[in-house]
């Protein structure tokens, strides 16, 4: 997991627990879930996080929990705001791909050396894990004093969130000395080329512009003009990304940090010029002539509602009401009691308020996680649970391990692949389509029809959002994963033999979940002789091994030669394939020798 470093004396700061000894704080921040990880050479404590909480991606978050932890602050804590000096403008030429902006004014921040350290480790560690690595939301901050408004008829000063040309505007990027474009950026700054991929394919690029000219180039990097340094007092916050949620998010972790150095938080007004692109978050918008206009940051707070029954059942102690609303203001939380505060559990419950920094709180267990940590789970005292088995391996783990034993046995070596596939890898390069369907299986009495959809050819169950095209579908079947390894040891020595007793899975309207989810038997034989008497050998000892008869029909299958593949029919029902891989699979995955291989369900051999 991630690491975030944090000056311990800064920490003591914060808090106002200067007595605090540094194993004091250790123990501590343990009991927030930070673990200690070591001290870099500045010693400042590496404390590994949970991406779950990234308000504490920061010195002043976690000086925050503390504080809560100490006593020495309780319930929701909300900064006021000053009302809109500036606006953002979205024009219509901004990439579709990146339609969202979101903002804020910071006044009278006191930035030393220690801060402004904090405030950058703070940006890029959001920039690392919520922001995507900047393809969802990215950071800028700016010296506000460096900034002119351009002058509007009426209402605030205002910079513009625009699309540009990349052969555009000129100006001059951090860390540089000279003015470039930002297709010049892209091509020989160091910043420019790190993150070229995320906007290189855009027509035009994402700029922001102030009265003097282009200023900000997001996702990629600021301009050298607006640079904050720990003279800054006034600072300008603009986030840009494509889902107005997560940059809003974010904005409001890092109003929090600015807030607890003493800074004021003063609002921004977002304008966009069509309604399209701000309908996906109306929360705290109001329609405007020609448009929708939002003020940020967003500091509205959402609740969440417990049982009493609920949180003594998973902490698995007795509280009264009292105590579940202390731990929930000790917390950082809220909680009002709803319902009859003398009755039994089962009637009681809370509505608990969540801040506007917390982006992790999505279900009541979250609520109760709090709970249970500011009660503290070490003081849990662990008792018998009230049921009478015992713990042992489930029956189909034996049945895998009987049978990973058998392989290893008959030579196969190992494997454990991601259940994720690419639908590209799964079908295509397997010559496989979805839904496929087989030939006759010839003379057999016990095999299915001809209008079967051929093994590993069903519905795939996919990802509507994947993080990357690599891993867009669980597969449907496992070989897929056996050659996509073979292609990766081509520098290596044949012969290679492979196994895997894995996961696969494909939509079936008849289960309540509405996909069917196996595991499977799979093996492939790479070596310059391998033929279908060599797979068929080993899984007949297989099959033999576990007391079951094996029988092999000719069957057609798009990802083995014609006439050299069967299908794998154990005690008279069908349940994979068995044959010699096709050329155009191999020279798919650059293969120069043969593959033989089989698969099949695991259940069979039950």
């Given at each position: ?46 404390l590994e996080f949970a991406p779950d909480r990234l ?191 997560t940059i809003d998010r ?357």
């Amino acid at each position: 997991m991630p690491t975030v470093e944090i000056d311990p004396d800064e920490l003591r700061e914060l808090t106002g627990h200067e007595d605090k000894s540094d194993d004091d704080l250790k123990t501590d921040l343990f009991g927030l879930g930070l673990e200690y990880e070591g001290e870099t050479e500045d010693g400042e404590f590496e404390l590994e996080f949970a991406p779950d909480r990234l308000d504490r991606l920061s010195v002043e978050g976690v000086a925050r929990s503390l504080r809560y932890q100490y006593g020495d602050a309780r319930g929701v804590s909300v900064p006021s705001t000053n009302s809109p000096d500036w606006t953002i403008a979205v024009d219509s030429s901004v990439p579709d791909e990146r339609p969202y902006v979101t903002g804020a004014v910071i006044r009278g921040v006191d930035l030393d050396d220690d801060a402004l350290d904090s405030l950058i480790q703070l940006q890029e560690k959001l920039h690392a894990t919520m922001g995507r690595k900047r393809a969802k939301g990215a950071i800028g901050i700016h010296d506000l004093t460096m900034l002119r408004g351009a002058p509007a008829t009426e209402g605030n000063p205002t910079i513009e969130y625009v699309g540009v040309e990349p052969d555009g505007d000129r100006f001059v990027p951090l860390d540089a000395d000279r003015e470039m474009t930002p297709a010049d950026v892209l091509e020989d700054h160091q910043t420019g080329k790190t993150y070229a991929d995320l906007v290189s394919a855009y027509d035009r690029y994402p700029a922001i512009y102030d009265d003097i000219g282009l200023f900000s180039f997001p996702p990629v990097i600021n301009g050298r003009r607006t640079e904050v340094s720990t003279d800054s007092r006034d600072l300008f916050v603009e986030m840009t990304g494509t889902d107005q949620w997560t940059i809003d998010r974010m904005l409001n972790i890092v109003c929090y940090a600015l807030a607890a150095r003493g800074a004021t938080i003063e609002e921004v007004t977002i304008e966009y010029g069509d309604d399209e692109s701000a309908n996906a978050d109306s929360n705290g918008s109001r329609r405007v002539a020609g448009g929708r206009e939002l003020v940020r940051p967003d500091f509205s707070t959402k609740t969440k509602t417990v049982t009493h029954d609920r949180i003594e059942t998973i902490l698995g102690i007795e509280l009264s009401s009292e105590e579940v609303i202390d731990l929930a203001e000790r917390s950082g939380l809220e909680a009002t009691l709803v319902g009859d505060g003398d009755g039994a559990a089962e009637d009681r419950a809370y509505e608990v308020t969540i801040p506007p920094y917390r982006v992790d709180v999505l279900h009541p267990l979250d609520v109760i996680d709090d709970l249970g940590r500011a009660y503290g789970f070490n003081d849990l005292e662990p008792r018998y649970p009230d049921v009478g088995t015992i713990g042992g391996r489930h029956e189909r783990s034996r049945l895998e391990n009987a049978v990973r034993t058998r392989l290893v046995g008959l030579g196969f070596q190992d494997l454990l692949n991601f259940h994720m596939i690419s639908e590209a890898e799964n079908f295509e390069r397997m010559n496989l389509e979805r839904g496929g369907s087989g030939a006759g299986k010839a003379d057999s009495d016990d095999t299915t029809g001809s209008a079967e959809t051929v093994y590993g050819a069903g519905e795939p169950a996919t990802i509507k959002g994947p993080y990357s095209e690599d891993y867009t579908m669980l597969r449907t079947w496992v070989t897929p994963s056996l050659l996509m390894v073979l292609e990766n040891n081509t520098h290596r020595r044949y012969p290679q033999d492979l196994a895997e007793i894995g996961f696969h899975a494909e939509v079936d309207d008849g289960e309540n979940t509405g996909v069917s989810e196996g595991r499977a038997v799979a093996a492939v034989l790479a070596r310059h002789d391998a033929a279908f008497e060599d797979a068929k050998a080993r899984l007949q000892a297989l099959v033999k091994s576990f007391g079951g008869d094996l029988e092999t029909p000719p069957t057609d299958h798009p990802a083995y030669i014609d006439g050299r593949t069967a299908a794998v029919v154990i005690d008279g029902v069908e349940v994979g394939v068995i044959g010699e891989v096709h050329p155009k699979v191999l020279v798919e995955h650059d293969l120069e020798v043969p593959v033989a291989g089989f698969e099949f369900d695991l259940e069979a051999l039950r």
